[in-house]
Nanobody, 124 residues
Framework: QVQLVESGGGLVLPGGSLRLSCVAS????????MGWFRQNPGRQRECVAA????????YYGDFVNGRFTISRDNAQNTVYLQMNSLKLEDTAVYYC?????????????????WGQGTQVTVSS
């Protein structure tokens, strides 16, 4: 059974940092491209960041502007999203996703496995 379990969300002040984690099971993690997406009610799900199987390739949404870093630990079947300098507009549910379909993998349609999401709220 495929599982993607996110953690690390929460409430943070503007300018603060959070580190999201996603532990994967039930599929071959090392063969999968991984992504982080976010979504707010009434809006489309957008790609925050994505990373290739061996971490050699990464993608970031234009809005990231160097504030976030995606990484993965293939030995631990885990992908991370380090988020720094958080802004009010970063508030959203953040989802972890996995795909073996290939690179680039930067749209929701590229992914076939999804986590349940973790809420990130940036507020003063």
């Amino acid at each position: 059974q495929v599982q993607l379990v996110e953690s690390g969300g929460g409430l943070v002040l503007p300018g603060g940092s959070l580190r999201l984690s996603c532990v994967a099971s039930g599929f071959t993690f090392t063969n999968s491209y991984m992504g982080w997406f976010r979504q707010n009610p009434g809006r489309q799900r957008e790609c925050v960041a994505a990373i290739s199987r061996g971490s050699g390739l990464t993608y970031y949404g234009d809005f990231v502007n160097g504030r976030f870093t995606i990484s993965r630990d293939n030995a631990q079947n885990t992908v991370y999203l380090q988020m720094n300098s958080l802004k009010l507009e970063d508030t959203a549910v953040y989802y972890c996703a996995a795909t073996s379909r290939g690179w680039p993998a930067i749209t929701p349609a590229d992914y076939n496995y999804w986590g349940q999401g973790t809420q990130v709220t940036v507020s003063s």
